[in-house]
């Protein structure tokens, strides 16, 4: 069983900047890939950026962050990042953690990120 905590939401304006966190932890062998969702009210969760092991070169973003957000991973602690720059009103979303650990998918609680002025 793996427990992802998410940290890092909030209200941020317009341009503006945060950083997601999300830590793994419980008993599992490996991580294959961690990443992060999303979902507007009334939309369909959405990836929004995704790392393997591979490292920079197993990257995926969803289109519309391409350039603004970006996704690390400290693979010693089994933490994941989403630095979101130069934030729009359009990113406001809960933000999902997702791993696949031993072949398998858990969920994070989610944590809200809301871009207004």
């Known amino acids: 069983q793996v427990h992802l905590v998410e940290s890092g939401g909030g209200l941020v304006q317009p341009g503006g900047s945060l950083r997601l966190s999300c830590e793994a932890s419980g008993e599992f062998f490996k991580i294959y890939t961690m990443a992060w969702f999303r979902q507007a009210p009334g939309a369909r969760r959405e990836l929004v950026a995704q790392i393997g092991n591979g490292g920079d070169g197993d990257i995926l973003y969803k289109d519309s962050v391409r350039g603004r957000f970006s996704i690390a991973r400290d693979s010693a602690k089994n933490i994941v990042y989403l630095d979101m720059n130069n934030l729009k009103p359009e990113d406001t979303a809960v933000y999902y953690c997702?791993?696949?650990?031993?072949?398998?998918?858990?969920w994070g609680q989610g944590t809200q990120v809301t871009v207004s002025s």
């Open positions: 997702n791993t696949n650990a031993d072949l398998k998918l858990y």
